[in-house]
Nanobody, 130 residues
Framework: QVQLVESGGGLVQAGGSLRLSCAAS????????MGWFRQAPGKEREFVAAIVGSSGTTLYTDSVKGRTTISRDNGKNTVALQMNSLKPEDTAVYYC???????????????????????WGQGTQVTVSS
């Protein structure tokens, strides 16, 4: 069984920065892609960023472009999300996700969709005060 564990969340003032980290443990697997989603109270879980394939192609939702960077350590199946210039609307629980390269069947090839991923973490709270 694969576990993803997020860390680095917390309370920060608007304009501040946070670095979220996610590490995989348990059964050994190769992560083809890793991503971050977030869910604010009363809202659907939404895509934030992803890093895909050996080339490390990155994707970002428009609202975080220019102030957020996703990075990964392929050898360790870890992924980080550096968030700068945080805004109150960034407040949410942030979830890490991974797509297993060893699973051949998937219903989508779009890394911005929840269905693209095989494993999920439990989430870490990010709160940005105004």
């Amino acid at each position: 069984q694969v576990q993803l564990v997020e860390s680095g969340g917390g309370l920060v003032q608007a304009g501040g920065s946070l670095r979220l980290s996610c590490a995989a443990s348990g059964r050994t697997f190769s992560a083809f892609a890793m991503g971050w989603f977030r869910q604010a109270p009363g809202k659907e879980r939404e895509f934030v960023a992803a890093i895909v394939g050996s080339s490390g192609t990155t994707l970002y939702t428009d609202s975080v472009k220019g102030r957020t960077t996703i990075s990964r350590d392929n050898g360790k199946n870890t992924v980080a999300l550096q968030m700068n210039s945080l805004k109150p609307e960034d407040t949410a629980v942030y979830y890490c996700a991974a797509r297993d390269a060893g699973i051949s069947y998937h219903t989508t090839y779009d890394a911005r969709l929840k269905e693209y991923y095989d494993y999920w973490g439990q989430g870490t709270q990010v709160t940005v005060s105004s």
